[in-house]
């Protein structure tokens, strides 16, 4: 069935270091493709999407794209920032469905 | 994008009992979506809450245990009935807005002792 895969955690980092947290994904067709992200203590925001292949998602310095030769959603940023620090979420919504499939969520620390 | 409220922000309830959490957005929307997130874990859809008919539960999921209304474009809830410590979760509404868009409400921490 369709499903989506992320990295374990948590990814703990020192500021100003490089972020990568990998997304992976199976789905029949062609889905959508997104980054939610959870800040302590409140509900889940929206980062950024892609709606189809080689799109790249972006929003406050992150970015992800969109690669259905490996079916992967990367979340890349080149300089984390403590206030960076929460739990993320990768997930795919089916063409015609609006059903959102998230994966586990990646914590991610980040350290002065 | 929608601004989204849910009452209660947090409640702690005594197994058995059922506890009532209320969805509201500031513009009519069509799709409605009740979620669960236990403990540690990811987000998994309960509902498919719909505007003047029953709403469309995932597997797993049935109506007696957790019954929605939606009586208009703005407005939902969510029952947890009969509740148990495995009921322990954080419960989640969002709404479409747009091609392939969900916004999040707040959530509601629901402990059950």
């Known amino acids: 069935g369709d499903s989506v895969t992320q990295m374990e955690g948590p990814v703990t980092l020192s500021e100003e270091a490089f972020l990568t947290i990998n997304c992976t994904y199976t789905a029949t067709g062609y889905p959508s493709l997104f980054w939610y992200v959870q800040y302590p203590g409140e509900g889940l925001q929206l980062l950024l999407k892609?709606?189809?292949?080689?799109d790249k998602g972006s929003n406050k310095g992150f970015e992800a794209t969109y690669r259905k030769e490996t079916t992967s959603f990367h979340l890349e940023k080149g300089s984390v920032q403590v206030s960076d620090s929460a739990v993320y979420f990768c997930a795919l919504s089916l063409y015609n469905t609006d059903k959102l499939i998230f994966g586990t969520g990646t914590r991610l620390q980040v350290f002065p | 994008s929608a601004v989204i409220s849910q009452k209660p922000s947090r409640d702690i309830c005594q197994r058995g009992t059922s506890l009532t959490i209320q969805c509201q957005v500031d513009?009519?929307?069509?799709?409605m979506f009740w979620y669960r997130q236990q403990p540690g874990q990811s987000l998994t859809l309960i509902a498919t809450a719909n505007q003047g008919s029953e709403a469309t539960y995932e597997s797993g999921f049935v109506i007696d245990k957790f019954p929605i209304s939606r009586p208009n474009l703005t407005f939902s809830t969510l029952t947890v009935s009969n509740m148990s410590p495995e009921d322990s979760s954080i419960y989640l509404c969002?709404?479409?807005?747009?091609?392939?868009?969900?916004?999040f409400g707040p959530g509601t921490r629901l402990t059950v002792l």
């Open positions: 969002s709404v479409g807005v747009g091609a392939d868009t969900q916004y």
């Open positions: 513009s009519q929307v069509t799709m």
């Open positions: 892609a709606t189809k292949a080689d």
